[in-house]
């Protein structure tokens, strides 16, 4: 059963950079879609990054476009996201998910615990 374990998280001034890991285990992460979806405070869940099985498609939400990079290393059965820029507002539990088809549907059968992300001075 593939169960996913984020790691990376932690507290960072604004204009800092954090990378996030997604570290698949119980099963290969390359037949599966990954995405990043974080839960602010007060919000709703909002997906932020994801790439496709073959990392040959990656989407992002307009508010991260050009300082969050997803990527993935099918090697290592890993999947990162390296965040720059970071800002207030990108505060929040990130975690990451997986589905065959999770970047078309946007919904996702696997998800791991989550890793808390906190932009502040």
Do not use: H
Not at 105 to 113: E, Y
Request: proline share 3%.
């Amino acid at each position: 059963q593939l169960q996913l374990v984020e790691s990376g998280g932690g507290l960072v001034q604004p204009g800092g950079s954090l990378r996030l890991s997604c570290a698949a285990r119980g099963a290969s992460l390359d037949a599966y879609d990954i995405g990043w979806i974080r839960q602010a405070p007060g919000k709703e869940q909002e997906g932020v990054a994801c790439i496709g099985s073959k990392g040959n498609r990656e989407d992002y939400i307009l508010s991260v476009e050009g300082r969050f990079t997803i990527s993935r290393d099918n090697a290592k059965n890993t999947v990162y996201l390296q965040m720059n820029s970071l800002e207030p507002e990108d505060t929040g539990i990130y975690y990451c998910a997986a589905d065959p088809d999770g970047c078309k549907t946007t919904t996702f059968g696997s998800w791991g615990q989550g890793t808390q992300v906190t932009v502040s001075s």
